[in-house]
């Protein structure tokens, strides 16, 4: 077999207690900032888990996904409680929050996949425990819904993680991971460039600051939280599908009007795909966002395929420092390495 299901249930979930208003007590109520962890290194052979803390999944879109990872020469492992369904999650809080535990605290897990995005993330958010993380640090990828985890590993457990596809929407289509980015971000390069061609100048600049951000939705819906995005001294990352051109407006000018855009070094935006009015619009989604961003005196560039993309989708590493150069043409520099590189 091309996967390695485990034949233990983590659905009972004995460990968790799902309340809202309860939080753990190294929970994002109490963080601050903490000091920067770099998970290990991906190798060819390493194994490599798959979870589904959002919506519910298919398990042939899932077996897809875990063929391309096998040719790849990874070994996709899951449990079998990632095939329930509780309305349209991938199982109950319980499941989702014990299968994304353990797949930390496994030690031949070297790398976690989300399987697919929808949306559940953000009801893990008051049961998992960031010391868990944080005692078990490792390559952590997703987008869409995921962002709101990549954005909380990242904020209460300092942890890089990575903005990049995902098993059943990406490795399970063809043409759909850009394997130069991936090789770069989880392999530890210590300094490379992200491919930018077709990305557009919005506003000139040079800046560097820590790379961050996701879905706009998602980052949106962070605020007025406890676990509210952190956008202080960033190249803020921000991408969505399906959003229509005022619906943009009105997530960049909340972020905006919050303040969350007052202290980031650079902007860049990504492919936004199907985010149009209609066929007969007659303007472009870049000419929406441009008044709203353009007057903060920063470095802006839009049309990075990475998360919801045609193809390609780029991986980019949440946390590390970046550096963003825009002039006629776009450069995106990693600035260091995304992962550590395993003594062997």
């Not at 996967?3 to 799902?18: E, K, M």
């Not at 961050?212 to 676990?227: P, Q």
């Not at 472009?284 to 007057?295: K, N, Q």
Request: charged content about 20%.
């Amino acid at each position: 077999m091309f996967f390695l299901p485990d034949r233990r249930n983590c659905s009972a979930g004995v460990s968790f207690s799902f309340k809202i208003g309860r939080m753990p007590a190294d929970s994002a109520s109490s963080y601050i900032s903490p000091k920067r962890i770099k998970p290990p290194a991906l190798c060819p052979g390493d194994t490599v888990g798959i979870v589904a803390p959002a919506s519910n999944i298919q398990r042939p879109l899932l077996e897809a996904g875990c063929r391309t990872l096998a040719e790849l020469g990874y070994k996709p492992f899951f449990l079998p409680s990632i095939f329930e369904q509780d309305l349209y999650f991938a199982g109950s809080v319980e499941r989702r929050a014990r299968e994304m535990e353990e797949m930390f605290e496994r030690d031949e897990v070297r790398a976690i996949i989300c399987a697919r995005g929808g949306y559940g993330c953000n009801y893990l958010l008051p049961v998992l425990r960031p010391e868990t993380i944080k005692a078990h640090p490792k390559i952590f990828v997703g987008y869409s819904d995921i962002t709101t985890l990549l954005t909380f590993f990242a904020d209460a457990c300092g942890l890089v993680t990575f903005h990049g596809p995902m098993a059943t929407k990406d490795f399970g289509e063809e043409g759909r991971v850009q394997l130069s980015s991936w090789n770069a971000a989880v392999g530890g390069t210590a300094k490379w460039e992200i491919p930018t061609e077709g990305v557009l100048p919005l506003a000139p600049g040079k800046a560097e600051g820590v790379l961050y951000g996701g879905c706009l939705a998602l980052l949106v819906a962070s605020l007025g939280t406890r676990y509210e995005i952190r956008t202080e001294d960033t190249i803020l990352f921000i991408e969505d599908v399906a959003a229509k051109p005022f619906q943009v407006d009105r997530m960049l000018m909340q972020l905006k009007l919050a303040g969350k855009l007052q202290k980031v070094r650079g902007i860049i935006f990504g492919e936004m795909l199907d985010c149009v009015q209609n066929s007969t619009q007659g303007y472009a989604l870049a000419d929406v966002v441009r008044p709203i961003v353009g007057d903060l005196g920063v470095p802006v560039a839009y049309g990075l395929p990475s998360g919801h993309v045609n193809r390609h989708n780029i991986t980019l590493p949440i946390g590390v420092r970046a550096a963003l150069a825009v002039e006629d043409a776009v450069r995106i520099t990693i600035l260091e390495p995304a992962t550590e590189l395993r003594r062997t």
